[in-house]
């Protein structure tokens, strides 16, 4: 029986889960996901986890913080001016923006807090802290 390993290009449906048993993502009712074992794509736990896999095989995992987006970071996270928004903009709680940050690679920033005309924003991962469980089933190997 193969076994996916590094380097194989695979096809995976999933189903993500929060701690709560919130879905925040799945690929049952859409394309499975296809990608490169071991390429840097994924978070790694759960390139670790369908490494190993033969191809029908399901498993249920789940992926610390630490190896699925990381923890929060706090320098990820900054107060601006209301005035540094388009005046057509009105800034709501955990509203989301695409910035340029100085290196020129733009990042997804979410509003946290707003404060008289400081605006907090947040630019780790929205999945940053959370613990991930996944449902895996390995469709292909390549």
Do not use: C, W
Request: glycine share 8%; proline share 4%.
């Amino acid at each position: 029986m193969t076994q996916a390993k590094k380097d194989n290009k695979v096809t995976v449906h999933y189903t993500g889960t929060l701690a709560d048993g919130s879905e925040f993502d799945s690929t049952r009712e859409a394309e499975a996901l296809e990608f490169t074992l071991g390429d840097g794509q994924l978070i790694k736990g759960f390139d670790d986890a369908v490494t190993g896999m033969a191809i029908g095989e399901t498993k249920k995992v789940t992926i610390p913080a630490e190896e699925a987006y990381g923890l929060p970071n706090e320098e990820m996270v900054f107060d601006i001016d209301r005035n540094q928004f388009a005046e057509d903009v009105t800034p709501e709680l955990g509203q989301r923006f695409q910035l340029d940050a100085p290196d020129g690679q733009q990042i997804v920033v979410a509003i946290t807090a707003i404060e008289g005309d400081q605006i907090t924003l947040d630019a780790n991962h929205p999945l940053a802290g959370q613990d991930l469980s996944f449902e895996l089933e390995l469709m292909t190997i390549a």
